[in-house]
């Protein structure tokens, strides 16, 4: 059972690119979720989804979009690269609602 | 929203120590959840706790929703036990809040 699957594990981006960090689950969980974890600090939210179809803003939601158009992926999108979005990026799952999470292994962003 | 204020920021434990790891909330809180954070970076869920006691061999954990505060027990730590710890909840039909974690140094 792989669980929470995010690729790719690193990447460097050059100001103003744009990527996708891709989010795979297999535990057909209704609810997932985007955090972003800056050096020693916690989790920030920046977009989540309670189902197929549909998402919705976390606390940090600018710079990034998503769409969940199956119940097993849930892609980031970063449209015009900067700075202040190098971050390690977890996703995460749950069956019901913020019930106990699962997170991936995370994506490490630089922007330079 | 909810605040969560974790206590100590840094501990650093001789191997064998025992450890409480403490989390406070500002309002009611609801799906309390306790995280370790290995030194690769992976967060493993430890407990789901809206209430009660749990515990999962060396470690324990304790919710007091209605005072609003969260313990993490950690008993004859080892090396393999150093990380971040964090807790995190939410206040209700809204997403889990993290505290910002207390680092955890085990010394063998």
């Known amino acids: 059972n792989a669980g929470v699957t995010q690729t790719p594990k690193f990447r460097i981006l050059k100001i103003g690119q744009s990527m996708t960090l891709q989010c795979t689950q297999d535990?057909?969980?209704?609810?997932m979720y985007w955090y972003r974890q800056d050096p020693g600090m916690g989790l920030k939210l920046i977009y989540y989804s309670v189902g197929a179809g549909i998402t919705d803003k976390g606390e940090v939601p600018n710079g990034y979009n998503v769409s969940r158009s199956t119940t097993e992926d849930f892609p980031l999108r970063l449209e015009l690269a900067a700075p202040s979005q190098t971050s390690v990026y977890f996703c995460?799952?749950?069956?019901?609602?913020?019930?106990?999470?699962?997170f991936g292994s995370g994506t490490q962003l630089s922007v330079l | 929203g909810i605040q969560v204020e974790q206590s100590p920021p840094d501990l650093i434990l001789q191997e064998g120590a025992n450890s409480t790891l403490r989390c406070n909330f500002s309002?009611?809180?609801?799906?309390l959840q306790w995280f370790h954070q290995n030194p690769w970076g992976q967060l493993i869920n430890l407990f789901y706790i809206p209430s009660g006691t749990k515990q999962n061999g060396r470690l324990s954990a304790t919710t007091v929703a209605t005072e609003r505060y969260s313990l993490l027990y950690i008993s004859s730590s080892q090396t393999t036990d150093s990380g971040v710890y964090f807790c995190a909840g939410d206040s209700g039909n809204t997403p889990l809040v993290f505290g910002k974690g207390t680092r955890l140094s085990v010394i063998a």
């Open positions: 995460a799952s749950s069956n019901r609602g913020p019930e106990k999470l699962f």
């Open positions: 535990m057909n969980h209704n609810y």
């Open positions: 309002d009611s809180v609801n799906n």
